[in-house]
T-cell receptor, first 111, second 116 residues
Framework: SQQGEEDPQALSIQEGENATMNCSYK?????LQWYRQNSGRGLVHLIL?????REKHSGRLRVTLDTSKKSSSLLITASRAADTASYFC???????????FGTGTQLKVEL | GAVVSQHPSRVICKSGTSVKIECRSL??????MFWYRQFPKKSLMLMAT?????????EQGVEKDKFLINHASLTLSTLTVTSAHPEDSSFYIC????????????FGEGSRLTVL
């Protein structure tokens, strides 16, 4: 099964700064999704980008997808302390809705 | 919105006992639900795909007899960890696909299982 690799594994920034997380995957996909997880909680869907899309925005989030490089990035602009969480990319391929998750980036936004 | 409820959120049990975790889609029908396992500070590992009215599809390396999955209705899937051992201690998370919306999955809050 394909596995997304994310980097960095951990990221610590100051409030107001931008945070960029990267995700790489191995095989062709239908779409790539980003999720957020607060410690000990479930996952919250942030954004979905289809394989024929290159960039997508949602509020302070900007996601890019480069299918030739099999990579995606998530940019959070003007970060806030409340953005502190783990962020996972997940890919869907084939006909089902099975999601394969990346290794995750732990983001800490300090005041 | 789409809400998935998972219960219990925390459970402690003795070795050898069985534990059942429920996953309910509260405001939508879910033909397909997924069960994941997550180790501390690690990614989510898909255990199985739960299909309403039929047998679950297990991922390679996941013991079917150990992790029993039942999806008896369009809003409920259960995961039973049988004859639990300390190594089964983990965070189990379910997710559901809203049948009318492809792609996005909705996750429960997870269940923390501790086997003594």
């Amino acid at each position: 099964s394909q596995q997304g690799e994310e980097d960095p594994q951990a990221l610590s920034i100051q409030e107001g700064e931008n945070a960029t997380m990267n995700c790489s995957y191995k095989t062709s996909i239908n779409n790539l999704q980003w999720y957020r997880q607060n410690s000990g909680r479930g996952l919250v869907h942030l954004i979905l980008i289809r394989s024929n899309e290159r960039e997508k925005h949602s509020g302070r989030l900007r996601v890019t997808l480069d299918t030739s490089k099999k990579s995606s990035s998530l940019l959070i602009t003007a970060s806030r302390a409340a953005d502190t969480a783990s962020y996972f990319c997940a890919t869907q391929a084939g006909g089902g809705n099975k999601l394969t998750f990346g290794t995750g980036t732990q983001l800490k936004v300090e005041l | 919105g789409a809400v998935v409820s998972q219960h219990p959120s925390r459970v402690i049990c003795k070795s050898g006992t069985s534990v059942k975790i429920e996953c309910r889609s509260l405001d939508f029908q879910a033909t397909t639900m997924f069960w994941y396992r997550q180790f501390p500070k690690k990614s989510l590992m898909l255990m199985a795909t739960s299909n309403e009215g039929s047998k679950a599809t297990y991922e390679q390396g996941v013991e079917k007899d150990k992790f029993l999955i039942n999806h008896a209705s369009l809003t409920l899937s259960t995961l039973t960890v049988t004859s639990a051992h300390p190594e089964d201690s983990s965070f189990y998370i379910c997710s559901a696909r809203k049948d009318s919306l492809l792609g996005e999955l909705f996750f429960g809050e997870g269940s923390r299982l501790t086997v003594l």
